[in-house]
């Protein structure tokens, strides 16, 4: 390898530029459309691309076809701004030459036309570096420069610079280039160069260059002549100063088990490394396991407390930098973390055990019953625990809800991250829990955990369609026998019609005219 990797894959076109893609996308279309402003700030962090953005973008204004997003390459103007010699193409770096006099000569050179392109191109970096007369010399000349002078200003920090620089500007903010593309822009140049890798090993060195692809280049740089060409994650580590990723692995397992005696022989064989560099590859490593969701072992709440204490570990740092002492309350306290879960176990238990107190005692006899049916379920106390919880959350929330829940509700067992439930409510209570059932299900997960699944026994649906059965058989013998009732009824009014239909009877109201109701008397008795 004759030369560096940041120089020899630095991006000649904007097609090669990685991780910008809003801004290649902007300042593509200005070119097309011709519509260019005289002045242009570049910020973001270092290694970002805006250098090699400024000079992309300078070639594509110089370059005989332009100014085009596709300059070509060949024209004598793009010859010599892609071997950075280009006479109209200035560069200047501010760090350097911050002082008015540095300014006073380049607005010089503004005043005199370019000499081969038709564009004269300032790109001044680090430009928050100038001094305070620096920059109101240069204002004068950012408001209104001649037609054919162009700026691209850039820098890390653009809140140090003047309002009155901004508002004259067109300004493009870079992004942190993603971990992702650097790590795939580290793949494309390794396979060019024929160098074997390991995908892990460019994820640590991506890492380790903090977003800045030129870092990382500079690192790759130094990788490959460590590992003789053949790029493994412990050679990656060893050679970044930084623990090999198998040991941070076994270090979580040691902490996992609680094994105080190797957590010991750790914090003997990590004396010669920096904490700080510890705490960083534990925190990365945490990350990656949170993110891939396939250890069982890494909750959300333990990664959330594990977090917690390699932050403070950092803190504590800052206070006192005693290395191998906060490594071991980094150690020892994550074992601690995951003595949360038994202990809030334990206050389960003691609660309980207090409320059995509190209670009264019963009859003897509804008292030895109660202690075999305890004795069953015993591994059930946390759960009716966190039942009551639910409860009182539920009454809090939507004291209706809360006190019909209460009422209708009661908890059977919490095993294998199902609550199960008996539920006796009918009619209005049952429509009060099932427009309930969402604040129901939040809690259960914030008091349960979000695996919690709820499984409800509807006795109270049975008993409900069985008093409904037993309304309608009801019902039904009711019908019956008012239908038995009239029937009877017609039997007996046509009893009465026949017997009216005697011959006899009929004299006698042909002969008794209107005391017709005498004679209905007498023949109903
Ligand atoms: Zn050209």
């Not at 200005?30 to 070639?59: D, M, P, V």
């Not at 692809?213 to 690192?219: E, G, I, K, S």
Request: aromatic share 8%.
């Amino acid at each position: 390898m004759s030369q560096v990797l940041a120089l020899k894959y630095r991006p000649s076109n904007f097609e090669k530029l990685i991780g910008q893609d809003a801004i290649v996308t902007t300042l593509s279309s200005a070119l097309s459309q011709n519509r260019l402003s005289h002045a242009y700030l570049f910020s973001g962090l270092r290694g970002s691309g805006k250098t090699s953005t400024a000079r992309i973008f300078a070639k594509a204004l110089v370059c005989d076809e332009g100014p085009t997003k596709n300059p070509c390459e060949v024209c004598p103007n793009c010859i010599m701004a892609n071997e950075n010699r280009h006479i109209d193409i200035i560069e200047m770096d501010a760090a350097s030459s911050r002082k008015i006099d540095d300014i006073r000569e380049l607005i010089e050179k503004t005043r005199y036309k370019p000499t081969t392109a038709r564009f004269k191109v300032f790109i001044i970096d680090e430009v928050h570096m100038l001094t305070r007369e620096a920059f109101n010399a240069l204002l004068k000349t950012l408001e209104e420069p001649p037609e054919f002078i162009k700026f691209i200003l850039a820098t890390t920090d653009p809140m140090k610079l003047p309002a009155t620089i901004l508002s004259r500007t067109q300004h493009f903010r870079f992004k942190q280039i993603s971990r992702g593309d650097t790590v795939k822009h580290l793949e494309h140049i390794l396979n060019l160069e024929g160098i074997k890798y390991e995908r892990e090993a460019l994820e640590i060195i991506a890492r380790a260059g903090n977003g800045s692809l030129r870092d990382t280049l500079t690192l790759l740089d130094q990788a490959i002549i460590f590992s003789k060409n053949s790029l493994t994650p412990s050679l990656a580590a060893s050679m970044l100063g930084l623990l090999d990723p198998e040991q941070v692995k076994e270090i979580f397992a040691c902490i996992m088990e609680g094994d105080r005696k190797r957590a010991l022989e750790f914090l003997k064989e990590l004396e010669h490394y920096e904490c700080g560099v510890v705490i960083d590859e534990m925190t990365a490593y945490l990350k990656d396991r949170y993110f891939e969701q396939n250890d069982p072992k890494f909750t959300t709440r333990r990664c959330e407390w594990f977090f917690r204490v390699l932050s403070e570990a950092k803190n504590l740092l800052y206070l006192n930098p005693e290395n191998s002492f906060v490594l071991a309350l980094v150690f020892f306290k994550m074992m601690e973390v995951l003595n949360i879960d038994k202990i809030d176990d334990l206050i389960a238990s003691l609660e309980s055990e207090k409320t059995e107190f509190a209670e009264p005692k019963k009859d003897p006899i509804a008292q030895i019953a109660a202690d075999i049916k305890s004795s069953h379920v015993q591994h059930d106390e946390s759960g009716k625990i966190k039942f009551k919880t639910l409860v009182e959350k539920l009454t809090d929330r939507n004291m209706e809800l809360g006190e019909c829940f209460e009422k209708n509700v009661e908890f059977v067992e919490f095993k294998n991250n199902e609550l199960h439930l008996n539920s006796h409510a009918m009619n209005g209570d049952r429509k009060i829990i099932r427009e309930g059932y969402g604040i129901i299900r939040q809690f259960t997960w914030d008091i349960f955990g979000l695996q919690t699944k709820l499984a409800v026994n509807h006795t109270g649906k049975e008993k409900e369609e069985q008093e409904r059965a037993e309304a309608e058989a009801k019902e039904a013998e009711r019908k019956a026998e008012a239908e038995k009732k009239r029937a009877d009824e017609m039997i007996e009014k046509d009893k009465k019609q026949e017997l009216l239909n005697t011959d006899f009877v009929q004299k006698a109201i042909n002969l008794f005219g209107d005391k017709k109701d005498a004679v209905s008397d007498i023949t109903e008795n």
